[in-house]
């Protein structure tokens, strides 16, 4: 098994919105850069890494910050918020960036994530909690596929 611990980035600061709320977040006094490096001292491998900034603006606000870790320390890096262009997947895999998470861009603009997966193979990842949200459900009340072909028919 293979564990992400994460860093949301906002306003250059590691936060956790509470229930999603950009409103309602936790500041941490910790810099990202030195929460990731925490998070190589215990043996963590992966992480996954929110640019707030960027989910609310659609660019690659944090993107110095996560250059910076991706090249200060030995981690497998996916990157999410606000990915809405072809030029801010570039941007990310350019920095190092081991995967780039597109969200609802990705299920709004079929052309988007296929010219994207095209472009940038192996590098793409789409989370269940996108296709989900693209049927108007949370989790819970979504439509639970037995197979992983119900997922892809959506996206085709």
């Known amino acids: 098994m293979k564990i992400f611990p994460a860093i949301d980035i906002k306003d250059k600061k590691c936060v956790r919105l509470i229930k999603g ?3 309602n977040k936790t500041e941490y006094e910790i810099s990202p850069v030195d929460q990731a490096g925490k998070y190589k001292d215990h043996g963590f491998k992966n992480l996954h ?3 707030l900034d960027g989910a609310l ?13 991706v090249h200060k320390f030995d981690l497998k890096i996916e990157v999410g ?13 350019d920095a190092g960036v081991e995967k ?8 709004k603009d079929k ?3 296929k010219e994207a997966c095209e472009k940038f193979p192996d590098k793409i990842a789409l989370p269940f909690s ?3 949200a693209s049927f108007g459900h949370t989790a819970a009340q979504a ?7 119900f997922i892809v028919g959506i996206l085709v």
């Not at 603006?57 to 870790?69: A, C, P, S």
């Open 111 to 113: 052309n988007f994530l």
């Open 81 to 93: 918020g606000g990915v809405r262009s072809i030029d801010s997947i570039q941007k990310y895999t």
């Open 100 to 107: 780039v998470i597109l969200g609802s861009a990705a299920i």
């Open 143 to 149: 439509p639970q596929p037995k197979h992983l072909s």
């Open 57 to 69: 603006t659609g660019e690659t606000v944090n993107l110095d910050i996560i250059k910076e870790i």
């Open 130 to 132: 996108t296709v989900i």
């Open 21 to 23: 709320d950009f409103n």
């Open 49 to 51: 890494i929110v640019d």
